[in-house]
């Protein structure tokens, strides 16, 4: 049997190690590795996990809701607003300082990814 250590610095670890490549004509023999590592609160020795996942664990078999098709479509408008608002220097620029005009209020986005999706959300609503 494999174990897996950490370091002790490493205090968390979860998402995964391999993924399967769906476009490959063997994606079915592919295995997803996925590792969850979390420093437990209690003395349980079990804090780490490992899971091996086939392409039909992956594979989504139920349609899309019309609620998920709406969250994409917006996701999908956000992402393609702020990429060119990114592409505006002086935009940008008016941007930058709004930012650091808000960002250290107790409400204030803390990143200027994250004011700028925001900023882009709240024009399209």
Request: with cysteine; net charge positive; hydrophobic share 35%.
């Amino acid at each position: 049997m494999a174990k897996v250590e950490y370091a002790d610095a490493i205090k968390t670890v979860s998402g995964a190690l391999t993924k399967i490549n769906k476009k490959s004509p063997h994606a079915a023999d592919q295995k997803m590795v996925l590792a969850t590592h979390r420093v437990a609160a209690t003395t349980n020795p079990a804090c780490s996990r490992l899971f091996l996942r086939g392409l039909s664990s992956v594979t989504r078999t139920t349609p899309y809701s019309q609620e998920e098709k709406a969250a994409q479509n917006l996701f999908s408008r956000i992402s393609k607003g702020v990429a060119l608002r990114k592409q505006n220097i002086e935009q940008m620029l008016q941007d930058r300082e709004a930012f650091l005009a808000q960002k250290d209020s107790p409400s204030g986005y803390k990143t200027f990814y994250q004011y700028l999706w925001h900023t882009v959300a709240d024009s399209l609503n």
